[in-house]
């Protein structure tokens, strides 16, 4: 059982940690580097997951994915199948919750890269994209993996808005997180105890590598 | 030829700083953009770059149109084929000097792209420098790089943005006649940004002088420094006279050289430099004390006699112009004016210490 959630949670959380990876730099990006018209709208939008209770942002979850939801029904009118109670359903929820803290790393790390490097990338024929790849993605790199490292942490340790909209199914959709709770409160002391232990051990790794890399980060 | 026909208001509208409009042409040589900080020389060039964008104009390298706003017509920075060097370098911190000029070839197969990598850091002289990073580089050696990146482009035009301001001057003096060097050989158009007399003189076939955004005269350095037209081209170019002259004989013994500008006999400090070499000299025109008589018992090794062809008068200062074959620009209070009775026509002399000329670089 406890294999099974950690098993889980970790297939849960890394493909999360990968879309915020890529969903969150871009919105770093954007922020960082373009203006537009909302782009400070756009920026509270994105921050909200953040402030707001989880269980909120859960339930806004709900009310865009669920069966009967905006983005919801007409799935689920198309192919009969509904993302709420599914492990996917963890993976959005997890993802959601922890990319503001990405996009608010990615921005400062991007920020924090000289725009003149790319402005010379550019002079010397190199496409924004070519750029972004070989100069703004290397010098932003560390601040970038530093906020990985942190929303990785921040998925893993998800738990309201994932018992929101992926329910407690053991084995199907049960996260560590949910375990710990459901142990608890039927009385599996030793579970919820062994639960535990596993994911501080991780989440304590977690933090002391963010430290590393942020330190090395700010010597550089 | 470089033709840029460039008007742009710099700043907001509600921050305006002043207008960019200018009109430049650049030839197979190199060409100075001299003027103060915050001319806009630096925009200018970013303007041919295809960093920023004029408010309107033409601008046109031989007979490729970069930017015409009446047609509508402007290239993107990558399309431009330019090469430039920024007064920082801007070294790409995270690749070795080798890689960073690898990263401006274009259009080359690995193995010629390599070539060319090596070629190029051989003709600047950092062939061993090629591991290292920017941060391990010394300020001559980066901008050695900086200007092999640049090239490495295959450029059309290069554009130089006070590359040798942030390096010592014996680097300097060794730079100049590189640039100077690859320039010829490559026969492009160089743009080269400059607030120091000595580069412009060394390197500048023909010079313009900006001055908020304006071209305020035209012409070689030396006849600029020596004669502008204007009192905000004086005001730029500065209190600094610069002659191109003749060593025409060494007083060692006495520790001076004696020098011919055109008419004019000067001694300088002593210098050993072969006879017959041609050596541009600078004179502070706060180092120029006027008499109007000849004195003899003095320790100024020239007193040299002269017309005051203009006088330029400001609030607490005047600057004189002094003809004695070539002219002078000497920097005075308006009270000498006054007491030494001084109008346009008034033969004077100048006592110059020998001291006080210097050999520029």
Known sequence: MIWDTLKLSLLVVSIATILIGLIGTAFGFLLARRTFRGKDILDAVLTLPMILPPTVTGYYLILILGKRGLLGRPLYDLTGWSITFTWQAAVIAATVIALPLMIKSARAAIESVNVEYEVASRIMGKSEWETFLRITLPLAGRGLLAGIVLSFARAFGEFGATLMIAGNIPGKTQTMTVGIWEAMVSGEDERAKWLALILTCISVTVVYLTNRLTRSNKSN | ?361
Request: hydrophobic share 40%; glycine share 8%; net charge neutral.
């Open chain 2, 1 to 361: 030829m470089l033709e840029a026909r460039i008007k742009m208001q710099l700043g907001s509208d509600r921050t305006h700083l002043f207008t960019i409009d200018v009109d430049i042409k650049a030839t197979d040589g190199i060409t100075v953009l001299f003027g103060p900080s915050g001319a806009g020389k630096t925009s200018i060039l970013r303007t041919i770059a295809g960093i920023l964008i004029p408010d309107s104009g033409r601008i046109t390298l031989g007979n490729r149109i970069y930017f015409d706003s009446s047609s509508g017509e402007c290239l993107s920075i990558q399309q431009r084929r330019v090469g430039y060097v920024f007064q920082n370098h801007l070294l790409f911190p995270h690749l070795t000097a080798e890689q960073n000029v690898l990263y401006g070839v274009r259009d080359h197969s690995r193995y010629s792209a390599r070539k060319r990598v090596r070629e190029l850091l051989s003709l600047l002289g950092v062939r061993t420098t090629a591991r290292r990073y920017p941060g391990e580089l010394s300020g001559g050696e980066q901008q050695r790089i900086a200007l092999a990146r640049a090239l490495a482009s295959d450029p059309s035009i290069m554009l130089l943005d006070e590359p040798l301001s942030a390096v010592d001057v014996a680097t300097r003096t060794r730079l100049l006649e590189e640039i100077s060097a690859v320039q010829r050989k490559s026969g492009i158009p160089f743009l080269y940004v400059t607030h120091n007399h000595s580069e412009a003189v060394r390197l500048g076939s023909a010079m313009y002088v900006i001055h908020e955004g304006s071209i305020v005269q035209e012409g070689t350095p030396l006849e600029i420094f020596n004669s502008p037209r204007s009192a905000s081209a004086a005001r730029v170019v500065g209190t600094e006279n610069v002659f191109a002259g003749d060593v025409v004989e060494h007083r060692p013994g006495d520790g001076t050289t004696v020098m011919d500008i055109q008419s004019c006999r000067i001694e300088v400090p002593y210098n050993g430099l072969p006879l017959g070499s041609r050596v541009t000299v600078g004179i502070r025109s706060e180092d120029i004390i006027i008499s109007r008589e000849h004195l003899t018992q003095t320790s100024a090794r020239n007193v040299l006699k002269g017309v005051v062809k203009h006088i330029i008068l400001d609030a607490d200062k005047a600057e004189l112009v002094v003809s004695c074959g070539v002219d002078f620009k000497v920097s005075i209070t308006p009270a000498t004016i006054r007491i030494l009775n001084l109008e346009t026509g008034t033969e004077i002399y100048m006592l110059i210490k020998a001291r006080a000329m210097h050999l520029l670089a």
